[in-house]
C-alpha cells in the first residue's frame, strides 16, 4: 500500500499517551488504525442519517439494539487489537 509522509498538530499531553500506547506498533500505524475507525464511524452516522430520512426517526429500541451493537464492535476491535490479530492495513 503507498504511504504518504504528512505533518499534524497534536497536543503535546495527547501525543505522549499515544506514544506509550503505540510503542511496538509505532506512531504511524497507530494514528492509521485510529483514523480509519473515526472514518468507519463516520461513515455509519451517514448512513444512520440518511435511513432516518428515508424510514423517519429511530426508535428507543432500535437506538438501544444499534448502541449495543458499537459496543459488541468495539469489544470485538479491542480484542483483535489487543492479541495482535488486527493489521493496521485493514480497515478497523
Known amino acids: 500500500m503507498a504511504t504518504r509522509k504528512v505533518t499534524v498538530t497534536i497536543p503535546e499531553d495527547l501525543l505522549d499517551e499515544?506514544?506509550?500506547?503505540?510503542?511496538?506498533?509505532?506512531?504511524?500505524?497507530?494514528?492509521?488504525?485510529?483514523?480509519?475507525?473515526?472514518?468507519?464511524?463516520d461513515r455509519l452516522l451517514e448512513l444512520v442519517d440518511w435511513l432516518q430520512e428515508e424510514h423517519g426517526p429511530v426508535t428507543e429500541d432500535e437506538r438501544a439494539a444499534a448502541f449495543a451493537e458499537l459496543e459488541d464492535l468495539d469489544a470485538e476491535h479491542e480484542r483483535r487489537s489487543t492479541a495482535g490479530g488486527h493489521n493496521a492495513g485493514e480497515a478497523a
Do not use: C
Open 18 to 41: 499515544i506514544r506509550a500506547e503505540a510503542a511496538e506498533r509505532g506512531l504511524s500505524a497507530y494514528v492509521a488504525e485510529a483514523l480509519r475507525f473515526k472514518r468507519d464511524r
